[in-house]
């Protein structure tokens, strides 16, 4: 019996993950085609940001498959695995910045460090991609710690984006910010994707941005996906757990676990 | 039955760890080997681990060799043997003191910035994204860190060496009436390189641990601010307990030959 073979850009299959007792992935199946948008929905702490640092190799799975571009990626160690990674830019949900460089070596060090870049070439695409995020040349020589948290995310992001990667994973891009400016770095994210080949997975609990950045809409709920469509039929989904979240209803499928 | 249940469970545990280690080693010694070298962050971590340990080493060294003086003064006028003290103080500090002292504040300095700095990264996810900026972690942190203190401790140790002789030296002429030429002539003529290199091959070895257990512990902390404090403290406990045993074991190899 031969495995078949993934043809989308990134492919989870029946992807598990329980930490302790407690299971958080029971058998993810998620297709992230090539030059596609795809935004994956969902309640806090269902998984999602467990589930993409599953595709990294952040976290390892316990069990399933995970394809990148055909290839079987889920056990990957060393050189393979960092040149797998070449292909990815990833946003952190808490921006995970270097705090011992400067905001401007934070952006460019995909381009230092992966590419051998020279540091003044890097500098230059480095304050060139914070201004994409709205961010003028003065950050550049600050430190992380001097920004405040929707500042550090957009640095974040201008990080994840620098090196063009082939896929970039977005978690929570606006979380943080105001309306205006999560406008602006919708308009980057759909920007970055429509420019010929950039596959994006995004994260957001933010229904707004989600129906502006998505191809396709994905929500996931106690660990598996239970609804994938094109965004055009988010509002017909016919499912009520998204119903549910897409109106932002308490009542319904969905139990928060508060105590009353 | 409980009891069992504990031992088992700590046995596993401990030898858990001690994989986990061997491991970490492994892929430090491999990131060592393999390029790219990082030269920058090994310049850095030299000036972070050496030059700034001067003045605490220093002033450590200067105080022993002055106690040492002083208690072998008094002590040896039990056998009227009061004209030994510099050569007693000369070997105490090149062969023991010298590299045990600088180990151990190098280590309460060193080794506890690096676990705090390193687990502060992991719990922020620093870690994670140096791994998917396609960087090494253990070759970007790790090796430029172990790499600079292996390197400096025997620097340490051979300035820890003089310093504490000449704190010998000023209590012996100031209080205890020795005369400066014939105190100094009297170490120089009875220390040998061996006793010297001992030292030094000792300091290379509590560079190593250092580096290590700041490394180790702080790469491997879990949590949040807590986790970080266990980490840091974890690493300055076994680096003095392993500074201290490997010192043991250095010198029974060294001087029973
Ligand atoms: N390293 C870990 N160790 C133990 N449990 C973890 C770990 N990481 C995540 N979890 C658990 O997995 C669950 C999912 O976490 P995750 O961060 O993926 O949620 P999320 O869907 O991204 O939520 P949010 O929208 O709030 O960011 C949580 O219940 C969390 O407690
Ligand atoms: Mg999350």
């Known amino acids: ?260 | 039955m409980n009891f069992f249940a504990t031992i088992g469970r700590v046995t596993l545990a401990a030898f858990q760890q001690i994989g986990q280690l061997s491991l970490f080693i492994v892929s430090s010694v491999t990131g060592l080997l393999r390029p790219p070298i990082y030269w920058r962050l090994i310049g850095q971590q030299v000036l972070r681990i050496g030059y700034y340990s001067l003045p605490v080493v220093g002033l450590t060294a200067f105080f022993t060799g002055g106690v040492l003086a002083l208690q072998i003064y008094i002590g040896s006028d039990r056998y009227g043997a009061e004209a030994f003290v510099p050569q007693i103080v000369v070997l105490g500090i090149t062969r023991e003191l010298g590299p045990v002292i600088a180990g151990l504040m190098v280590a309460g300095r060193v080794a506890a910035a690096i676990a705090a700095e390193l687990g502060t990264m992991r719990v922020t996810e620093q870690i994670d994204a140096l791994t998917t900026l396609s960087t090494n972690p253990i070759k970007y942190l790790v090796v430029p860190r172990l790499v600079a203190s292996v390197l400096t401790l025997p620097l340490l140790v051979a300035i820890a060496d003089s310093i504490g002789v000449f704190g010998g030296y000023i209590v012996a002429t100031k209080s205890l009436g020795f005369n400066g030429y014939v105190y100094l002539k009297n170490s120089v003529d009875f220390v040998t390189n061996e006793d010297v290199y001992s030292g030094l091959i000792k300091a290379a070895v509590f560079g190593f641990i250092i580096a290590l257990m700041g490394c180790y512990n702080g790469f491997n902390s879990k949590g949040g601010a807590q986790g970080v404090g266990a980490a840091t403290t974890n690493a300055v406990v076994t680096a003095s307990i392993l500074i201290l045993a490997a010192n043991y074991v250095l010198t029974s190899v060294i001087f029973t030959r």
């Open chain 1, 1 to 260: 019996m031969t495995k078949q073979t993934s043809t989308a850009k990134v492919e989870l299959r029946g992807v598990k993950k329980r930490f302790g007792n407690k299971v958080v992935l029971d058998g993810v199946d998620l297709k992230l085609e090539h030059g596609q948008s795809l935004v994956v929905i969902g309640g806090s702490g269902t998984g999602k940001s467990v589930m993409i640092k599953c595709v990294l190799g952040i976290i390892r799975p316990d069990e399933g498959e995970i394809y990148v571009d055909g290839k079987e990626v889920t056990r990957l160690s060393g050189r393979a695995r960092d040149a797998m990674l070449k292909k990815f830019g990833m946003l952190f949900q808490a921006a995970a910045l270097f705090d011992s460089l400067p905001v401007w070596e934070n952006v460019a060090f995909g381009l230092i460090q992966g590419r051998g870049m020279g540091r003044k070439q890097a500098r230059e695409i480095a304050v060139e991609t914070l201004g994409k995020v709205g961010l003028g040349p003065e950050v550049a020589k600050l430190s992380p710690a001097e920004l405040s948290g929707g500042m550090q995310k957009r640095v974040g992001l201008a990080r994840a984006i620098a090196s063009d990667p082939e896929i970039i994973f977005f978690d929570e891009p606006t979380t943080g910010l105001d309306p205006i400016m999560a406008d602006v770095i919708n308009d980057l994210i759909v920007s970055t994707v429509d420019r010929l080949g950039v596959s994006a997975l995004s994260i957001t609990h933010d229904m707004v941005s989600a129906r502006k950045i998505a191809d396709r809409i994905a929500m996931l709920y106690q660990g598996k996906i239970v609804w994938d469509g094109p965004t055009e039929e988010i509002d017909k989904s016919g499912n009520e757990y998204v119903e549910q979240f897409i109106h932002g209803r308490a009542e319904g499928p969905i139990k928060m676990e508060v105590r009353k």
